[in-house]
């Protein structure tokens, strides 16, 4: 006969709930099946949907292998949130190559910047943080990027011709839009420095891919062709280059501060696209790229600044002949000019229309001096005065005629208020590596603000976005230097 209890127990833990009961008696279940199973019915999903594209929808496979990294891309930035600023700057130097899923707001910079808003965003709000600190170009950054807004919904309202299609009007509104919000991503979520300089090597990578491609395309094409290289118009790809050259060329030359690799990699990236900065003939470019050399020179060192001039006054001897015919086609010859008495028939025929333009622009701004006529209206402008629609050609008489008295005291505002920025880090910056993302980045305006006086380049997705990521470095970089001398502050009065 078996002993009181014994035959109850193993019952008894039986009848118990799995996490009470011995190991012996908690029932053992094995998923290693299941892991090749989900692989397998993606490969064949994966595998369907390529069959698809190619043979249903007539999709060449280049573009479907393209489709296929962007989405592992996207995906990769989904799971590695952090990942997703350093995918942006290796998307802005190639943004005509980036694969588009034909579905309306599908694309990859507008999946980057959904990562990127909810990695800044949502963690703050679950850690009942500040999600935004307040910073110098935040504000008028914010405010002109809410005047596009206005403008577009002015165009819409009161159209400024016949054929005005708002949904294509606000579509490139938010590509502009777009481009400025990385400015308050990055000056809110970098961690420290140690990222800053990761983010910089990224910057320098992109920068480096932009630039193979227009190295590609120039060798393939010759010397006489133009080219446009991954962004799609040559004057935009030229003041891209002019604009990251200013600023990688003295980061990527501080001492002490980069591993070997990473400093020949912004050594690299800082040569070629120097080089590839004359490559798509853009004499606004030119002078861009030149005044903030001259204007690196004269921060770094005045023996520099006295090599660059004496190289800029023997440009006649050393430039190739490509880039001295293209600088002579401002004027015509001096025959032609003793022929000519109007000044504006003494420019080339691009030159000449430009001031045209900008004649007859600055004529209509006077009709609606305060607000402008609306987004995109300049096309719709000349029209009435001239033989086709033309666009402006400046980004400043661009914002008279369509954003009037307010955008250009805004837009003035906003330049201004990144002078500032730049000039306050360099005034309180403990390192090298801050002193010099400072200079960077004042002769990145420099080349800006000269290559927007003869285009339309500061709302362009790949410019702004790219400039503005450099501003969010900046202001970061001061609010670290801040929280800095705060905390020691602090410590001397804990001290005292």
Known sequence: MAEPGRGARP????????????PS?????????????????????????????????????HRIVKMALGLVVVLFAFFRP????????????????????????????????????????????????RIMIRTRI????????????????????????????????????WQSVLGFSIYFIVANTVKDEREIKNLLVTLAVGAILGGLIAV???????????????????????????????????????PGTFSVIRRVTLLGSAGLVTLTAFMPKSRGAYI???????????????RALVVVLVIIALS?????????DRIAETRVDDFEMALMGDATDRLDPSSAVRLEIWGVVMKKFVRSPIIGHGYASIPYLTSEDMDKPWSAHSLYVETAGEMGL????????????????????????????????????????????ITNLFGQRLTHISIGGTYFFIAGLVDRCIYFERERRATEDAKGVLAT
Not at 289 to 300: E, G
Not at 316 to 324: E, I, N, R, T
Not at 406 to 426: I, K, N, P, Q, Y
Request: with cysteine; aromatic share 10%; proline share 7%.
């Open 25 to 61: 008696q908690v029932p053992q279940y094995s998923y290693g099946w299941l892991m090749p199973v989900l692989g397998g019915l993606v490969a064949i999903a994966f595998a369907f949907l390529v069959f698809k594209l190619h043979y249903t929808y007539g999709q060449a496979p």
């Open 216 to 254: 590609r395309q120039y060798v393939t094409s010759g010397d006489t062709t133009r080219i446009a290289g991954a962004l799609g118009d040559v004057n935009d790809l030229a003041a891209y280059f002019a604009m990251v050259a200013a600023f990688l060329i003295p980061v990527a030359t501080v």
């Open 406 to 449: 307010v955008g250009l005291f805004v837009l003035t505002w906003l330049f201004a208020m990144c002078v500032r920025s730049g000039r306050e880090l360099m005034r309180v910056t403990s390192n090298m590596l801050g002193r010099r993302v400072a200079i960077g980045f004042l002769a990145a305006t420099v080349a800006l603000l």
């Open 288 to 302: 861009g790229l030149a005044l903030a050399v001259v204007y690196l020179a004269n921060r770094i060192s005045k």
């Open 82 to 129: 952090r990942f997703a600023i350093h995918a942006w700057l290796l998307a802005m130097p190639i943004g005509e190559w980036l694969p588009s899923s034909g579905i309306p707001g599908l694309n990859g910079p507008n999946l980057l910047f959904i990562v990127l808003l909810l990695t800044w965003v949502v963690p703050r709000i679950m850690g009942g943080e």
């Open 316 to 324: 006649p001897v050393w430039a190739p002949s490509s880039l001295k």
């Open 138 to 173: 935040g504000g008028p950054l914010g405010l002109f990027a809410g005047l596009l807004l206005l403008s577009a919904v002015h165009g819409m309202l009161f159209p400024p011709g016949s054929g005005y299609e708002p949904v294509a009007m606000m579509k490139a509104v």
């Open 11 to 22: 019952a008894a833990q039986r009848a118990a709930p799995l996490g009470m009961r011995p």
